[in-house]
């Protein structure tokens, strides 16, 4: 299991939660099994509840919330437990539990620092009053059904980049997963689930950063899920001489691989600082095999880890930019070479 953790400052946690609200809305290798019901606030009658271990825990050999949610992962590692982002640093409760119901423990654990438990079926959801539509957002309606039978595993530490998590996701799930620009630097809540359905793993990632339900949609095939703000309802197709390709460039576009951005990272390795466009047009060159290049304007746009696994070409053109959150760029296949610019 991939686990990344990471404590960012307080202030630093606050401007996010702002920015956030706002918008307003590691791993193990994925196994085979169906599961593409709607998860509402509270448990729905279509989703399965875990059978969840006991729980015993003793709160005070920990400092935090945070710490102690990972704690209680790394010794019931098949329970699940999401806590919403800006949590994390709240003292630990002085409590104790002994072979506890998991879900009314975990409600006692959290009750002292005045925080709720939504029963989800497959992991519980910790969170203020006042939050619960967080708990609404449901990825399963729009989800392919290939990729909604997948399933896995998955721990992150609190402060993660959702791209970030979304690039483990792609992994776990062996499909590509991203959101824009206007929705991914936010950061995510500590949590882990245990051999839960892609629906309800991206929805835990969203919902413990905080992204409301009507703030984003969601568009999948059964190549990759993008997640994207609301508010960039730009063209699907972004290639700006779709009426002129030639035969090889139709030709090009059409065919499929696999792009890593920024080549560098491996899979198991975070993006810390985001790159600029410009910084990728040689690695991805090299991996689409033509030369690449952007117009000065473009040149300092930001370009977030991500994996895009088994596409076709005009698919990652797409996405790259889609990424972007403005709806005069696309991207043309020109001589021997693709130009991302504006219209």
């Known amino acids: ?31 085979n099994g169906a599961d593409t019901a709607k998860t509402e606030g509270a448990t729905s009658p279509a989703v399965r509840s875990r059978n969840y271990p006991p729980l015993t825990v003793n709160a005070r050999d920990y400092e935090t919330l945070g710490q102690l949610v990972r704690g209680l992962g790394e010794s019931e590692p098949s329970g699940g437990i999401v806590l919403l982002s800006g949590l994390e640093e709240r003292p630990a409760p002085p409590l104790s539990l002994t072979r506890s119901d998991y879900r009314s423990g975990l409600e006692r654990l959290v009750a002292p620092l005045g925080l709720r438990v939504l029963d989800k079926g497959t992991y519980q959801f910790v969170l203020p009053p006042g939050y619960e539509a967080l708990a609404e957002l449901s990825v399963a309606p729009q989800l392919h059904p290939e990729i909604a039978k997948r399933r896995a595993s998955l721990a992150l530490g609190s402060g993660t980049d959702l791209f970030n998590a979304l690039a483990v996701l792609t992994t776990i799930l062996d499909v590509t997963v991203l959101a824009d620009n206007a929705i991914a630097d936010v950061w995510c809540g500590e949590l882990f689930l245990h051999d839960v359905p892609a629906a309800q793993l991206l929805d835990a990632v969203l919902q413990s950063a905080r992204v409301l339900p009507d703030a984003v949609a969601i568009e999948c095939t059964a190549d990759y899920v993008f997640v994207r703000s609301t508010a960039n309802s730009g063209a699907h197709d972004r290639c700006l001489n779709r009426a002129g390709l030639t035969p090889d460039a139709a030709a090009l576009l059409a065919r499929r691989l696999s792009v890593r951005l920024p080549a560098q990272l491996d899979t198991d390795e975070f993006q810390y600082e985001v790159a600029s466009l410009a910084s990728v047009l040689d690695t991805l060159s090299t991996q689409l095999g033509v030369a690449v290049d952007a117009e000065v304007a473009l040149r300092e746009f930001p370009v977030n880890r991500a994996f895009f696994k088994d596409m076709t070409v005009n698919d990652v053109l797409n996405l790259i930019v889609r990424q972007w959150p403005v709806s005069d760029v696309g991207f043309r296949v020109e001589k021997e070479r693709i130009v991302f610019a504006r219209q």
């Open 1 to 31: 299991m991939l686990v990344k953790t990471y404590d960012p400052l307080g202030g630093v946690v606050g401007m996010m939660l702002i920015i956030v609200g706002t918008l307003g809305g590691c791993a193990t290798t994925p196994s």
